[in-house]
């Protein structure tokens, strides 16, 4: 067992302590992938011969790290790769590591009983054509001919399903990837039942992530909002952008499109949280020209707002509803 697939059971609205606990993370490995938005991959070899341990006890340590610093415990996956620890994750339970041994018997004790569906890549209509042919277990896909797999499914498309039900994994742990998501949040210090304010939070937070994604020549693809409820349920939606942005006006409207398509009738709302996804390098991004010049004059404006900002702090230019 070498990979760990750490998931932090955070509580609502704590999206904002993911950065934290990545950095915690770090401080057992170096190379660790974020999981956008509460989970992460972590290499750790190099880890088990500088600590004398195994990857089972490294992983205690990191759960009781979590909540002694940062009040959040985790669930945690250990398998020798990236997938098999993925899926290891989604089986175990707080304060117990499911680990999954290298030895082939393990490895298939492991996989086969499992539906084909949770193999990673597999979808609804692949899975569905597996199971019309009685392949229905991982278990029966790993025994199944390679040649058959492939007139089932395709060439490429069945040796990668051939090799993913027998355990093989040839993907990596990519380090640095703990810029794909930003998130931020603003509770209220009551219940709030006033749509005008909860636009007014939501105005706050595309605000924030607009000028926190410009600072690092980034932009998203996609926004998720999820609101809390007094009951402390939440509700949760993603909608993808029409194209990549950093743009404070475009990341506004979807974000009020997003509330206002949830209805909320005299919601008792606890706080909200945005979270930008798919974030990608600005350069590489493709921008739709438009003629009106309302849209060139509000980038110029947001430009110069952003360097004033970065000279007199955050708070020296803010729209007019949030001065108020």
Not at 53 to 68: K, Q
Not at 115 to 126: C, F, Q
Not at 208 to 237: F, K
């Amino acid at each position: 067992m070498s990979t760990l697939c750490v998931r932090f059971l955070l509580p609502p609205m704590y999206e904002a302590a993911v950065p934290r606990l990545l950095a915690l993370l770090g401080e057992f490995s170096p190379v660790v992938e974020a999981l956008p938005p509460d989970a992460a991959l972590v290499d750790v070899r190099g880890a088990m011969r500088y600590f004398r341990r195994d990857a089972v006890e490294l992983a205690s340590v990191i759960r009781v790290r979590a909540l002694a610093h940062h009040g959040v415990d985790c669930v945690i996956g250990a398998g020798p790769g990236p997938m098999l620890a993925r899926m290891a994750v989604r089986g175990a339970a707080p304060g117990v590591t499911l680990a999954v041994g290298s030895e082939p018997d393990a490895v298939a004790e492991f996989l086969g009983p499992k539906p084909v569906a949770e193999l990673p890549g597999v979808g609804r209509a692949t899975a569905r054509t597996l199971c019309e042919y009685g392949l229905d277990s991982i278990g029966k896909v790993a025994a199944a001919p390679l040649s058959t797999l492939q007139r089932l499914v395709g060439a490429r498309a069945g040796r990668e399903l051939h090799e993913a039900a027998n355990g093989i994994d040839r993907t990596r742990v990519v380090p640095n990837a703990a810029a794909r998501s930003l998130a931020a949040e603003r509770p209220f210090p009551r219940d709030e039942l006033n749509p005008a304010r909860h636009r007014r939070a939501l105005l706050s937070l595309t605000e924030e992530l607009g000028a926190r994604m410009r600072d690092e020549d980034q932009v998203c693809r996609s926004l998720t909002l999820t609101v809390r409820y007094a009951d402390r349920s939440t509700t949760t939606r993603t909608r993808t952008l029409p194209e990549p942005t950093a743009h404070s006006c475009a990341l506004t409207g979807s974000a009020y499109r997003m509330y206002e398509a949830l209805g909320l009738q005299r919601a008792r709302v606890r706080g909200i949280s945005l979270r930008a996804e798919g974030l990608g390098p600005a350069e590489q991004a493709a921008h739709q020209l438009m003629f009106d010049p309302v849209d060139d004059r509000a980038r110029r404006i947001e430009a110069v707002a952003d360097r004033a900002r970065a000279k007199f702090g955050p708070g020296a230019i803010v729209p007019g509803t949030l001065a108020a």
